[in-house]
């Protein structure tokens, strides 16, 4: 196991402590991506990609168009590596796991959604039931910026701007002086647009995607390894969706909404990895 000393900060590992997993159906290393691994569930494959540990500056310089004042640029350093899905959750592993689709834009490869924080905790741990050692979970806020930048600072991992061959969003609205483009109105399939350079599809748009922790402000100084307040009203949702302008799927752009609320561009991307505490709030539906 490779230790990085930065700053007096460790970043605890590079590389997976077990790789492939017992419950692996395929893996592999890509030249570009890295190590990518991959589960079968009822005919239904999943992959997922290892994310490196590193520093990143979260939020948004104060330059940046169309930002909020919720996105106060800080330095984050997550010491460890942890494992992302390619892509938004399916509706057919939904189905393979839960046994119905709540989704209104139906469609095996289609992400599923109208799910609350507390329908995709209940997922999680009935997948990881039935999949001894998979511990599938909501990835932090920071874990997903971090992966949905890849490397970039700029205000989508593309660049500057978008188009809508790149991102499933309202085209009617682009980001500052972007193009008009299309307004689908609905869901694409996963995996069908475009990745980041970490080999994630649909970071930005299709649906927003829920994170395990509380809407909090974020700190004035650096922070390493966050994982949100330990209390709140609201859990935090990432990315933006298809209903969406262009300036409110930016990689540092923050939503929120009480874990019981089922919305239709609402959907989930689970992580593996180091445990970040999650709990279902009883009676919250």
């Known amino acids: ?20 997993m017992a419950w692996a159906s395929e893996w592999g290393v890509d030249k570009k991506y890295g190590l990518w691994m991959s589960f079968t569930l009822d005919t239904v494959t999943q992959r ?14 104060e330059t940046e168009p169309e930002r909020y004042d919720d996105e106060l640029l800080h330095e984050v350093v997550l010491t460890k590596g942890f494992w992302l899905a390619e892509t938004a959750c399916t509706q057919g592993l939904w189905e393979a796991v839960m046994g119905n689709n709540p989704s209104r834009f139906k469609g095996k490869r289609r992400p599923v959604e109208q799910v609350s924080w507390n329908d995709c905790v209940s997922f ?15 990835p932090t806020e920071a874990e997903w910026e971090y992966a ?50 970490w080999g994630l ?20 100084d650096n ?30 752009y923050r939503d929120w909404l009480e874990p019981g609320f089922r919305v239709v561009h609402f959907g989930f991307r689970f992580a593996r990895g180091h445990q970040v505490k999650q709990e279902k709030i009883s009676g919250a539906d």
Not at 5 to 11: E, G, M, T
Not at 124 to 138: A, C, H, M, Q, S
Not at 155 to 169: C, R
Not at 170 to 177: I, L, V
């Open 1 to 20: 196991m490779s230790i990085i000393h930065d700053a007096n900060i460790k970043i605890i590992s590079t590389m997976p402590d077990q790789f492939p």
């Open 223 to 252: 922070v390493i390894d966050p994982v949100g307040p330990d209390s709140g009203a609201d859990r935090g949702l990432r990315g933006g969706s298809w209903f969406d302008g262009g300036g409110l799927v930016r990689s540092a």
């Open 201 to 220: 599809h649909e970071m930005h748009g299709n649906v927003l995607e829920w994170c395990s922790g509380w809407k909090g402000d974020y700190p004035t």
């Open 124 to 138: 999680l741990e009935k997948i990881n039931n039935l999949t001894p050692g998979l511990d599938l979970r909501l």
């Open 148 to 197: 949905c930048r890849a490397g970039t600072k700029t205000p989508f991992n593309f660049g500057d701007n978008i188009t809508t061959e790149q991102v499933n969003y309202n085209g009617n609205y682009p980001y500052k002086d972007g193009n008009k483009g299309k307004f689908r109105e609905e869901t694409v399939n996963t995996g069908s647009l475009p990745c980041n350079d």
């Open 48 to 61: 997922l990609r290892w994310i490196k540990p590193g520093r990143f500056m979260m939020g948004s310089p």
